[in-house]
């Protein structure tokens, strides 16, 4: 299991680094966050500290999207399908 996640973790911190490109110019993204979309039908954009790579309960969302979507995004950004509330709940509480 531990081994797994070595690649979701180089692939998410491939995806940030194609989504810094992407976002170079845009003055919403400070340094060391990314941008992620979230939701099951519509997208709400989150703006995310980096950290958020390391924590359990985030990697585990990164399984679901990774089984769901694959890496590679129309929106040009990490998309997590996953209901906007469930979400605010996960990373409230890596805020902690």
């Known amino acids: 299991m531990g081994f797994r996640l ?3 973790i180089s692939s998410a911190k491939h ?11 845009h003055s919403d993204v ?13 997208k709400k ?12 309960s ?4 990164l399984r679901q999207a990774e089984e769901e979507f694959g890496f590679h ?3 040009g950004g990490l998309t997590i399908p996953c209901n906007v509330d469930a979400f605010v709940d996960v990373t409230s509480q890596l805020n902690t």
């Open 73 to 75: 995004h129309s929106m």
């Open 6 to 8: 070595l690649p979701m």
């Open 58 to 61: 985030f990697q585990k969302l």
């Open 30 to 42: 400070p340094k060391g966050h990314f941008a992620v979309y979230i939701g099951e039908i519509e």
């Open 15 to 25: 995806i940030y680094k194609l989504q810094s490109a992407l976002t170079r110019n």
């Open 45 to 56: 954009r989150f703006v995310v500290p980096i950290t958020y790579l390391n924590h359990p």
